[in-house]
């Protein structure tokens, strides 16, 4: 596990480019492309102002850069450094932006959620789209980059609108059975789309593409209900995280629950393994074994190492009580992820915080348990195969297989807190970002594959 | 005298009253008691003991004192201690001997008064420790009846708290339900009342928003603009195409198809995994049936079991089933087929296994008292035999393992072919001595021939003395025959002797009586006639025979007579006739001679058998 050195960051925005070549980044109100293999600067554009969301367009050709303070977003063009694009919202100010997945429109909601605008960068065309609501996830493409659904609000009734992305035409149009609509997504596979209610119902309401509800379903009544939702990459199930600390496993065939993965925190079934990260007193002689750090500046006197100890059974969990007369608890399933094989899911219960939970979709059931000694930031799945890396915003990054799991230390002068990160297409580097600071994790060495995380667990 | 008595005679029943006083209250010793009795008997309420013992008998009143005595003695029944008078006038005298035995005959009274009172006193003490006994238990009891009393009493105190606990319980649940139903009711117009605030505020949030956007929006914000150095053209090349009712319908189709495609996909998948799960079930299926029909015959022959007619059902349908096309068909119309197969199936195998569990549970409650169960501990020793045998091969094993590494790693290559050299002696010796073996059996088989074959010798010896020994008798016979009748031709005689129902009777009826196994004669004799009919035209002579026959006083020798007859005209049949005759012969043992004759003839029969072998 090789790392590279640490450059500059800020506002954690750092974007690997679609198609892999490319790694953009930015530092105050400088956008920095570099190439992924060299790191070498490729350009260097310079924004109007602090910029505060960067997207690659998905034919990685494309940057859009937001600075939603003053309502202005700025395009660059990665083969035409002198093309510039700027997109100014005036007045009616902006919340978000994103491009649609042709790369050639960009779409801007407005402050207040008045209304998006569909800016196309190939003719002078602009179209409006009214009534967006103000939801945590109310916009979502197919991944074959043909539909946009999005959630509206006319009338205090949720609706959802289907547009065909090539002409920004209604598909579809149809209210949804919800109280408080929050989020919409699509399955993988573009033709199911799942809606959920806000966390006062519990509530999930699966259309197809037509606009015919499939099926809704509500595992209970009266209490908080969903946290989070996700997709398996094979579309076949739908895995929704509830504040009662479960996940609950839907099938695509007949829409039903066909498990419930409950996170207790106590553990008792001999089964299942619990990594348990424990510190480490410094022994030159044993550490790095599985992963010889090519840097050895780490200097074992600032931050104290770390390693994984497989508990024995019965384990209890370290445990958060939720202050209960507050909004939104630290309680529930509010991370979820499946991995890129469909064959894992990852989920933090977030009154368990140290916690993260994979558990084996293949025989539904709870797989490994790795309890952090700091509360778990982020965790991203390899796109490539069943490897999670997972970080506590400490300056280590953590990286679980079938086949065991490990810390590693983050090498440099000085801490580096790591709280987000995101892979690289291939799997083969990581990008941990810090508040400040961001620097690549190379995973696959020159030698060849390490022992720990080369081997798959054997399936495809 | 009378005024002794007087003084005396109420001192008695207070003396009594005394004695029993003292032994009541006081445990004294009997002598003292006694002291103490005859003081009170002599002068009851005087306590001075020595003024009246001087007192009683003294110088003077000594005749007195005697007299006294006399008559209380004589009272008591004792024999008087004066001599009997002779006169009337004469003086009694003091007859010392009567006194003598007077005092010894107290003596042994006064001994056994007293034993009776230890004994008696030794009886009141124990059942005064027995009435002591008795009053501790009695208190303890006492004690233990008022504590169980105490605690039922303090049991009967909890559970009625406990009962009032229940009861509160009861009625804080039945509260908290409330409650639970109250504040259901009250998130309920809580939620209601919320939706109802959240609509008038969303409402409110509209209009402002309304009012925002046509604001912000209609001013002509010359600022909403985007600028742009030039326009880039379409990821996809194409350009842009106007918004048509044609458009609409094209996206129409497309979504249409695109949903259509995931339908198709979905149901390839399906029909995949159905296909799989068919091979599954057939594959299953075919397993069961193979398991099941072996089992078939014995649930038949054991009882008319209901599973017979299952199984053959499930023949039928597995033979309709495992005809590929029935799968081809879609699962309605097989479905129900299929699954009653199944359930039958499965239900066949449950009740096997249950059979089975039964058989097993029932083996294991029989347990040890069944004789052909092998008891624990002779398993065990057998068990610990066994693992010593295995130790010891284990240990044979290892040193051979170890010979041979040595032999392996150590030996050169001549040592390689000297070994060679000996494992192929060895084995030259083995065969050798195989050989050897062999060459014995042969011999033993030669030998065996031989005697077989002198034995038919000698048969054949002895059949043909035989044959000319009833040669010249039958000439004899025939000799004094011809005198007797001439004229009739022997073929009429022949007809005669076996069409006639006289003849066979009477070569049968006399013979019966004379068996020792009925059954053995019947099957031997149709035999017999059946030969005769066979061989007779053959032999005209043969009408003789049956004549001789008849008059032949054995049985057994008139068979081997007609036997005998047709082997002279066939000899190729010798060895069927010979069985014949061998198997009629031995269930003959009657007679000697026809042991012996069966006995050599088994041997040429063999003889003869193995020679029309090959």
Known sequence: ?460 | MGDWMTVTDPGLPAESKTVSQYTSEKKMSPSSLYSQQVLCSSIPLSKNVHSFFSAFCTEENIEQSISYLDQELTTFGFPSLYEEPKSKEKKRELNIVAVLNCMNELLVLQRKNLLAQENVETQNLKLGSDMDHLQNCYAKLKEQLETSRREMIGLQERDRQLQCKNKNLHQLLKNEKDEVQKLQNIIASRATQYNHDMKRKEREYNKLKERLHQLVMNKKDKKIAMDVLNYVGRADGKRGSWRTGKTEARNEDEMYKILLNDYEYRQKQILMENADLKKVLQQMKKEMISLLSPQKKKPRERAEDSTGNVISDIEEDAGELSRESVWDLSCETVREQLTNSIRKQWRILKSHVEKLDNQVSKVHVEGFNNEDVISRQDHEQETEKLELEIQHCKEMIKTQQQLLQQLTTACDDDTTSLLQDCYLLEEKERLKEEWSLFKEQKKNFERERRSFTEAAIRLGLERKAFEEERASWLKQQFLTMTTFDQQSSESVKLFSAFSGSSDPDNLTVPSRPRQKKPHSMSNGSPVCTSKLTQSLPASPCTSDFCQTARSCTSEHSSINVLNITPEETKPNQVGRECTNQKWSMASRPGSREGCYSGYSLTYTSSHVEKDDLP
Request: hydrophobic share 40%; proline share 5%; with cysteine.
């Open chain 1, 1 to 460: 596990m090789n790392f590279s050195e640490v450059f500059k960051l800020s506002s954690l925005l750092c974007r690997f480019s679609p198609n892999g070549k490319y790694l953009a980044s930015c530092v105050q109100y400088r956008l920095v492309v570099r190439e992924v293999s060299t790191l070498q600067i490729l350009q260097l554009y310079t924004c109007l102002d602090q910029v505060q969301h960067i997207e690659w367009s998905a034919d990685s050709l494309f940057i859009l850069c937001a600075m939603y303070k003053r309502g202005v977003v700025q395009v660059w063009s990665l083969e035409q450094p002198e093309w510039h694009c700027k997109i100014d919202e005036g007045s009616a100010g902006l919340v978000a932006s994103c491009w649609s997945p042709d790369g050639r429109h960009i779409l801007n909601t407005t402050e207040f959620h008045l209304r998006i605008t569909v800016w196309s960068l190939c003719t002078k065309s602009v179209s409006y789209i009214k009534y967006p609501k103000a939801c945590q996830q109310g916009i979502s493409f197919t991944r074959d980059g043909r539909y946009l659904a999005l959630a509206e609000r006319r009338d205090c009734r949720d609706y959802v609108s289907v547009f065909v992305c090539n002409d920004w035409q209604l598909l579809r149009h149809f209210n949804t059975d919800t109280q408080d609509l929050v989020g919409i997504e699509w399955a993988p596979n573009g033709c199911v789309l799942a809606v959920w209610d806000s966390c006062l119902e519990y509530k999930v309401l699966l259309y197809s593409l037509d606009g015919r509800l499939l099926s809704s379903y509500c595992a209970y009544e009266w209490s908080l209900g969903i946290k989070s939702v996700a997709w398996s990459p094979s579309s076949q199930f739908l895995a929704v995280g509830s504040y009662d600390g479960k996940v609950r496993l839907l099938n695509h065939v007949t829409w039903k629950v066909i498990t419930e993965f409950a996170h207790p925190a106590a553990l008792s079934d001999p089964k299942i393994v619990v990594y348990k990260e424990a510190k480490k007193s410094p022994q030159p002689g044993l550490d790095h074994l599985a992963f010889p750090p090519s840097l050895p500046v780490a200097n074992h006197l600032s931050a104290a190492e770390s390693k994984y100890e497989i508990a024995s059974m019965p384990v209890s969990l370290q445990t958060l009580k939720p202050v209960a007369d507050r909004a939104n608890p630290r309680m529930g399933v509010g991370m979820l992820a499946f991995s890129p094989d469909s064959c894992f899911l990852a989920t933090r219960n977030d009154n368990i915080p140290n916690a993260v939970w994979v558990w084996d979709i293949r025989k539904l059931r709870l797989f490994v348990v790795l309890e952090q000694l700091s509360p778990v930031r982020a965790f991203r799945w390899d796109p490539q195969q069943p490897r999670l890396a997972i970080c506590t915003g400490g300056s280590k990054v953590y990286l679980w297989s079938p086949a065991g799991c490990l810390s590693v230390q983050v090498p440099g002068e000085g801490d580096f807190p790591v709280l987000s990160l995101c892979w690289h297409l291939s799997g083969d580097s990581l990008a941990l970002l810090s508040k400040d600071h961001f620097c690549l994790c190379f995973l696959e060495t020159k030698e060849g594959v390490s022992p720990a995380l080369g081997q798959r667990d054997g399936h495809a």
